[in-house]
C-alpha cells in the first residue's frame, strides 16, 4: 500500500489512536486522540489550544502514533507512525467536522470552536503489522521526504548454510537465497531475533 492509503486506514479504519509525545522534563506522555482526516499529504487531527497537549506539541513537533484493529491479538492489524507535526490552524476545520461529525456534540457552537486548531502529521516513517495473517505480514513506509531507514536482521556473506536459523524461526522466513545459501524474508520477520542469536558464526546482521 502506498503512505496515503495507510493514512486513510488509520483515519477510517482504526480513528482512535494512542499518541506519545515528550513534556518539558524530557518525558514521554500518552494521550488517546482521533485521526480525523487523511490525504496525500498526511494525517490531520484536532486539539484545543488551552490543552497541554497542545503545549507539548508546540513545543517539540514531533510526535509518535500507534493503533490497532481486530477483535483479538490474533486477529489484529496494527500501523504505527512517527514524524514532524505542525499545526495549520483553523483552515481544516470545517473539513473536520464534516468528517467526523460527533464532534458537533463536544463543541456544538462555532463560538466554542474557537479554541481549536488542526494539526498536519505531514513527515515521517511508519510501520504496518497483521498477525491476522499467516506468516504474519509487515511493511515499512516513510512520507513527506523522510528517508526510510533499513532495519532488521539481515544475512550476510559469512552465512555457512548451517540451516540452524530456519529452524529457530518462529515465522518460518529464512529462505534459501539464490546468490547466499539463506535470506530473511522482511516482509513476513516478527524481529524477534532468534537467528541472530542462534547463528555459530555470527552471519546475522541486526540494522
Known sequence: MTAKEYFEYIATQIHSTVVATVDEDGLPVTCVIDMMYAD?????????????????????????????????????????????????????????????????????????????????????????????????????????????????????ERCIGCGKCTRVCPQGAVDKGSTKPFVIRQNNCLRCGNCFENCPVQAIQRL
Open 40 to 156: 496525500e499529504n498526511g494525517l490531520y487531527f484536532l486539539t484545543a489550544r488551552g490543552k497541554n497537549f497542545y503545549k507539548r506539541l508546540k513545543s517539540k513537533e514531533f510526535i509518535a502514533l500507534s493503533g490497532k484493529k481486530g477483535e483479538d491479538t490474533m486477529s489484529c492489524v496494527a500501523v504505527s507512525i512517527r514524524g514532524k507535526v505542525k499545526e495549520i490552524g483553523s483552515d481544516m476545520l470545517s473539513v473536520l467536522f464534516e468528517k467526523n461529525p460527533y464532534m458537533n456534540e463536544i463543541y456544538p457552537t462555532e463560538d466554542s470552536r474557537k479554541a481549536l486548531t488542526v494539526f498536519q502529521i505531514y513527515k515521517g516513517s511508519g510501520e504496518w503489522f497483521d498477525l491476522s495473517k499467516k506468516p504474519i505480514e509487515r511493511d515499512s513506509f516513510s512520507f513527506g521526504g523522510a528517508e526510510e531507514k533499513q532495519t532488521g536482521y539481515f544475512i550476510s
